[in-house]
T-cell receptor, first 114, second 114 residues
Framework: AQKVTQAQTEISVVEKEDVTLDCVYE???????LFWYKQPPSGELVFLIR??????QNEISGRYSWNFQKSTSSFNFTITASQVVDSAVYFC???????????FGKGTKLTVNP | ETGVTQTPRHLVMGMTNKKSLKCEQH?????MYWYKQSAKKPLELMFV???????ENNSVPSRFSPECPNSSHLFLHLHTLQPEDSALYLC?????????????FGPGTRLLVL
């Protein structure tokens, strides 16, 4: 079974600041997958990224970047030059290779102030 | 319509009522999921259907009854609910049959039980 910990409950930044959201996972599976989702106030979970356990290459997509470190069991998410529209709850999630159960962290509420 | 849709978006019901939540996916997927999101609790997986067969029931009380008539539609039938069942109910879908698939979520139904 997987366990996902997002230690930061809430983060508040001023627009244009960089912000990193932490995610630590626990698993006994050798094959697993990690995800980040964004949940704006409207409620819908928006998929951001999926990584498998064999691909530790960091990824950048526009202002978003992800740092996957197997040695520390972390999959952190950085938003560069944050914007007000980035305000949302962000969830990290994990699933084992043979499982159907996507396990979510408790989420980090990000508020970007103008 | 694109993606995953859910109706109704909001629902208020008494404890003796019977209602149904509907989810429809337009992604050609074969797996569908129900999740419950309560305040201050992680997202909880309720049910999984793969190719119309229920493959996961995460110890959900019998007052919640899922139905999957085909790969595109998923229902959650509600009867004699309790106030603690008030939550955001999210539907998701994924391709089906592959490890660590990305799940795509609908906007959710916000349920209030009085």
């Amino acid at each position: 079974a997987q366990k996902v910990t997002q230690a930061q409950t809430e983060i508040s930044v001023v627009e244009k600041e960089d912000v990193t959201l932490d995610c630590v996972y626990e698993t006994r599976d050798t094959t697993y997958y990690l995800f980040w989702y964004k949940q704006p106030p409207s409620g819908e979970l928006v998929f951001l990224i999926r990584r498998n356990s064999f691909d530790e290459q960091n990824e950048i997509s526009g202002r978003y970047s992800w740092n996957f470190q197997k040695s520390t069991s972390s999959f952190n998410f950085t938003i560069t030059a944050s914007q007000v529209v980035d305000s949302a709850v962000y969830f990290c999630a994990a699933i084992g290779g043979g499982s159907e159960k996507l396990v979510f962290g408790k989420g980090t509420k990000l508020t970007v102030n103008p | 319509e694109t993606g995953v849709t859910q109706t109704p978006r909001h629902l208020v019901m008494g404890m003796t009522n019977k209602k149904s939540l509907k989810c429809e996916q337009h992604l050609g997927h074969n797996a569908m999921y129900w999740y419950k999101q309560s305040a201050k609790k992680p997202l909880e997986l309720m049910f999984v259907y793969n190719f119309k067969e229920q493959t996961e029931n995460n110890s959900v009380p019998s007052r919640f009854s899922p139905e999957c008539p085909n790969s595109s539609h998923l229902f959650l039938h509600l009867h004699t609910l309790q106030p603690e069942d008030s939550a955001l109910y999210l539907c998701a879908s994924s391709q089906g049959g592959l490890a660590g698939e990305t799940q795509y979520f609908g906007p959710g139904t916000r349920l209030l039980v009085l």
